[in-house]
């Protein structure tokens, strides 16, 4: 099964820059499809970031387009996520999440937390204002 660990994170201005890393122990990461999701406090977990196994694809929440950047890096095992001019309101807990994908293309990319199988255990970011 494995494990996700999720570094980075902490305090922003608005305005402001963070990035955030995602580190896959035990499991063959080059097999699998990530995303990064958040959940703001008295909120629902929602979508942030998805990318396909090959690295071909992405997408991305409308709120974040053109702001944030999702990108992996397979020989190190690990999922980014740079978030640039952020936002008071997009202060949550981030966390990634990963699903094998067996697919020929390697190409797709999932939205619906329900799509994925193992999930870090998330890190603060807050942005202040």
């Known amino acids: 099964q494995g494990q996700l660990v999720e570094s980075g994170g902490g305090l922003a201005q608005t305005g402001g820059s963070l990035n955030v890393s995602c580190a896959a122990t035990?499991?063959?990461?080059?097999?699998?499809?990530a995303g990064w999701f958040r959940r703001a406090p008295g909120k629902e977990r929602e979508f942030v970031a998805a990318?396909?196994?090959?690295?071909?694809?992405?997408y991305y929440a409308d709120s974040v387009k053109g702001r944030f950047t999702i990108s992996r890096d397979n020989a190190k095992d690990t999922v980014y996520l740079q978030m640039n001019s952020l936002k008071p309101e997009e202060t949550a807990v981030y966390s990634c999440?990963?699903?094998?994908?067996?697919?020929?293309?390697?190409?797709?990319?999932?939205?619906?937390?329900?799509?994925?199988?193992?999930w870090g255990q998330g890190i603060q970011v807050t942005v202040s204002s």
């Open positions: 999440a990963v699903r094998e994908d067996v697919s020929m293309s390697g190409s797709f990319v999932y939205t619906a937390r329900q799509n994925y199988v193992l």
């Open positions: 990318i396909s196994r090959s690295g071909e694809n992405t």
């Open positions: 035990g499991r063959p990461f080059s097999s699998d499809a």
